[in-house]
């Protein structure tokens, strides 16, 4: 499965028009779409917002249902092929529904910080907030990891990937913002992504802004 992905992320960003900036999406459900379909998903809707915004950008759906840091770094070797310009990595909330170790999964995503840089791609880091029932020194250590590498290693960076869902830009209780939600209460409905996408974004317009930069 993972050598055939490989494949369409490949075809997919060689389809790119000259002078467009290749983004590849790196991340678990929240990226895939899980539950919508393709259109209504996060990728695709975020392109055409980016599009509307007269951006000129394609972008390449490398989300995978499941996956965790551990397997977001498994696959970044073949996701940053010669035609990505940026990436953007939302990793971590699998992570958290395991109770997995917050240094592993800061180590994990270093080190996909480290991949990046070597490829010189332009990274968008968006964080996740552990909740409160793992103990306040783990959510204090997971939710840390985020903004400090992302300055460590100058990414543009999102506090949370459900930051448009709240008014105070901080995650959101999905219990109590169920019109935002699928019936699992994780993963957002077509309508959630519309409103996540109006914070991601302007985040991404300023990634495209380094790429350009860099150029």
Same mark, same amino acid.
């Given at each position: ?8 992320? *490949? ?20 990226? &895939? ?17 980016? &599009? ?21 770094? !498994?696959?970044? !070797?073949? *996701? ?9 990595? *939302? ?15 800061? !180590? ?8 990046? &840089? ?51 830009? *901080? ?43 860099? !150029?």
């Amino acid at each position: 499965m993972r050598k055939a992905l490989a494949v369409i992320l *490949t075809v997919y960003a060689g389809m790119a028009q000259a002078g467009d900036v290749v983004i590849a999406a790196l991340g678990d459900s929240l990226t &895939q779409g899980y539950g919508l379909v393709q259109e209504e998903g996060f990728v695709p809707q975020l392109e055409v917002w980016l &599009q509307a915004e007269g951006e000129n950008v394609r972008l390449i759906n490398a989300g995978v249902s499941g996956d965790t840091t551990a397997g977001g770094l !498994s696959r970044v !070797s073949w *996701t940053l092929t010669p035609e990505v310009d940026a990436m953007i990595v *939302t990793l971590g909330g699998n992570d958290l529904l395991r109770g997995l170790s917050p240094d592993q999964a800061r !180590s994990n995503i270093e080190s996909i910080l480290q991949a990046a &840089q070597e490829a010189e791609v332009e990274v968008l880091l968006i964080g996740m907030d552990a909740p409160g029932n793992y103990g306040p020194e783990y959510k204090a250590q997971f939710d840390g990891l985020y903004p400090e590498l992302a300055q460590a290693y100058g990414a543009v960076y999102l506090e949370s990937f459900f930051a448009g869902l709240s008014e105070d830009g *901080t995650a959101p209780d999905p219990a109590t913002l169920r019109e935002w939600f699928q019936a699992d209460g994780i993963h957002p409905n077509a309508k959630g992504v519309a409103r996540i996408i109006q914070v991601v974004g302007p985040k991404v317009q300023e990634l495209i802004g380094q790429v350009k930069a860099s !150029s």
